[in-house]
């Protein structure tokens, strides 16, 4: 059975750094490209940001470019999103997602709610 | 202001055959790319529903099924149960964007 387990999440003061990991398991974790998508208070998805299975092309949504980093650990079979320089628009649940063989997400995590707020 | 665009809101009564709408332009829909569909229900996590327009993963009730024509995408459910009352996101990639993009998601009632 396919798990993907959130941890990380919390409340951090504007300007602050946060560090989401997401533990894998149930499938060959060195295989598929992951996703983090997140989710705004009463909001819709937002696709934020995503990783090759080696780690080697990275790609993000604009909002987040040069603020947060996408990594993995393959070995660990683990998904990192460190967020560094929050804003309150980046108060959200985030959801760590396994990608399918084209641009969708299979699974899901339960996510992790991160608010950013003084 | 979503890239695709979806009713707010749709209702139906139990046993009737309700559509969502996703409207997309040419670079993301009308350029080709596939639409996909998730169903999230109150306090859980989004789940697939269809993918590559009209695809149903394993466990999904054929009561659901996708299509896509031009520059737009539908869902359509059939046979309305309770269970289904949920909100419902498609999903497809924009060229221009060069990122994946969520519609604003519609919110189904059972009425």
């Known amino acids: 059975e396919v798990q993907l387990v959130e941890s990380g999440g919390g409340l951090v003061q504007p300007g602050g750094s946060l560090r989401l990991s997401c533990a894998a398991s149930?499938?060959?974790?060195?295989?598929?490209?992951m996703s983090w998508v997140r989710q705004a208070p009463g909001k819709g998805l937002e696709w934020v940001a995503n990783?090759?299975?080696?780690?080697?092309?990275?790609y993000y949504v604009d909002s987040v470019k040069g603020r947060f980093t996408i990594s993995r650990d393959n070995a660990k079979n683990s998904l990192y999103l460190q967020m560094n320089s929050l804003r309150a628009e980046d108060t959200a649940v985030y959801y760590c997602?396994?990608?399918?063989?084209?641009?969708?997400?299979?699974?899901w995590g339960q996510g992790t709610l991160v608010t950013v707020s003084s | 202001q979503s890239v695709l665009t979806q009713p707010p809101s749709v209702s139906g009564a139990p046993g009737q055959r309700v559509t969502i709408s996703c409207t997309g332009s040419?670079?993301?829909?009308?350029?080709?790319?596939?639409v996909h569909w998730y169903q999230q229900l109150p306090g859980t996590a989004p789940k697939l529903l269809i993918y590559?327009?009209?695809n149903r993963p394993s466990g999904v009730p054929d009561r659901f099924s996708g299509s896509k024509s031009g520059t737009s995408a539908s869902l359509a459910i059939t046979g309305l149960q309770a269970e289904d009352e949920a909100d419902y996101y498609c999903?497809?990639?924009?060229?221009?964007?060069?990122?994946?993009?969520f519609g604003g998601g519609t919110k189904l009632t059972v009425l």
């Open positions: 997602a396994r990608d399918g063989d084209g641009d969708y997400e299979d699974y």
């Open positions: 149930g499938f060959t974790f060195s295989s598929y490209w």
């Open positions: 990783i090759k299975q080696d780690g080697s092309e990275k």
């Open positions: 040419s670079s993301n829909i009308g350029a080709g790319y596939d």
């Open positions: 590559g327009n009209s």
């Open positions: 999903q497809s990639y924009d060229s221009s964007l060069s990122e994946g993009v």
